[in-house]
């Protein structure tokens, strides 16, 4: 494929271009197209943003009862560890 | 491989960034480094400038930056230390430590978990079953993967074990063939101009820029949810593969091996769900500029 890269062209090709996953010749068109054209590298950056929100996942706070729980448990281990010695 | 030039080597915050090696920057690894970014002044200026202004230079915002080949030996052995630390302070018994390993992966783990069984409930006590199996196999850690893989490895396979009492049988990878089999054009086709327009298939108008957003907005709690019920809402295999991708953080290899799936399937689901994720964020913030 040659000649410059449409937009809707353009977001099909987002996740493999994070992924350093497009050949050199399709990169460089990526990054050229993007140079040129605010839609996508808006379009882009939100992709990048949305990885970074996706990331803050992770910070969910535990229930309570499950970390009391979980910390009987280590409780339980430490003794029959101790007495398993 | 390694990427960053020496402007922004072992540098946060906004940097100033030579055209030179900004074309660099952008014709390298980039997209792996999504902490640099350049800030809107510096990406205006840097799209119209000519090829002879070599010596001017443009503003980038970097968040965090990998550090040299040696070096990240160097974060290696640190982390490997620490993973090391935390480890003997469990056999030690010591509560505190395992309290922080918790809250630091249990909200994760119940998400992974939630991947393999029926409900919350379920993934739940697969957690709790995971943390006992990690410390009854605390003695037999050693070190040779990190401690956060060795933990993801032991509630996979308790996760695994118990889907399959539950009568939940069906690999991931077999799932996946239909979710591939899907063309359904992934952004609405009324983005772009139709065709027989002079700028045919380019966008009918521009997606929000999300880092015009007010400051906190982007990361707000509010946000996060949307983002969470999107993932909720995916077909099953993509929402396997942007929750160990994007919320775990594991690496693609690691992915593929979990899930038994190829390289280029697997990114194609990462794709699709991506795609989504980032659609449904983008409506949630015109719905709230509009109201």
């Known amino acids: 494929m040659s000649g410059e890269l449409t937009c809707k062209e353009l977001v099909e090709l987002v996740t493999a271009y994070l992924e350093g996953a497009l050949p050199a010749h399709d990169r460089k068109r990526f990054e050229e197209h993007l140079v040129v054209c605010a839609g996508c590298a ?7 943003r949305t990885i970074e929100v996706t990331g803050r996942l992770t910070e969910e706070d535990l229930l309570p009862e499950t970390v009391r729980e979980l910390l009987i448990a280590f409780r339980g281990w430490k003794s029959a560890d101790v007495a398993g010695r | 491989m390694l990427l960053e030039p020496d402007a922004i080597r072992g540098r946060k915050g906004v940097v100033e960034v030579l055209g030179d090696e900004l074309d660099e920057l952008l014709a390298g690894e980039v997209g792996r480094v999504h902490a640099f970014m350049l800030t809107r002044e510096g990406r205006n200026r840097y799209k119209k400038r000519n090829a002879g202004a070599r010596t001017e230079t443009y503003r980038c915002n970097v968040t965090s930056v990998p550090t040299r080949g040696s070096e990240l030996g160097l974060e290696r052995d640190v982390a490997a230390a620490e993973d090391a630390r935390i480890v003997d302070a469990l056999r030690a018994g010591d509560e505190r430590a395992f309290v922080m390993l918790v809250q630091e992966h249990g909200a994760t783990m119940i998400r992974v978990a939630s991947l ?3 409900n919350r409930a379920v993934a ?4 709790q079953e995971t943390w006992l199996g990690v410390l009854k196999g605390i003695d037999r850690f050693e070190g040779r993967s990190t401690l956060k893989t060795w933990l993801f490895r032991i509630l996979t396979n308790t996760a695994t074990t118990r889907a399959v009492r539950e009568g939940r049988t069906i690999p991931f990878s077999a799932l996946a063939g239909a979710e591939l089999g899907d063309d359904e054009p ?3 086709a009324d983005r772009f101009l139709p065709a027989g327009d002079r700028w045919a298939n380019h966008w009918t108008s521009s997606p929000l820029r999300f880092d015009d957003l007010p400051d906190g907005r982007l990361l707000s709690s509010e946000t996060v949810a949307v983002a969470r019920t999107a993932i909720e809402e995916l077909p099953e295999v993509q929402r396997a593969v942007i929750t160990m991708r994007d919320v775990a953080g594991f690496s693609s290899e690691e992915v593929c091996g979990e899930l038994d799936l190829s390289e280029g399937n697997q990114r194609v ?8 994720v980032r659609a449904a964020l983008e409506r949630h913030f015109e719905a709230a500029e509009e109201a």
């Not at chain 1, 808006?42 to 992709?47: I, K, P, Q």
């Not at chain 2, 739940?124 to 957690?127: G, K, L």
């Not at chain 2, 689901?269 to 989504?276: G, I, P, Q």
């Open chain 1, 42 to 48: 808006s379009y882009l950056d939100g992709m990048r």
């Open chain 2, 116 to 118: 393999y069984v029926r």
């Open chain 2, 124 to 127: 739940e006590e697969v957690v």
């Open chain 2, 186 to 188: 992934l952004v609405d």
């Open chain 2, 269 to 276: 689901l990462l794709h699709r769900a991506r795609t989504k």
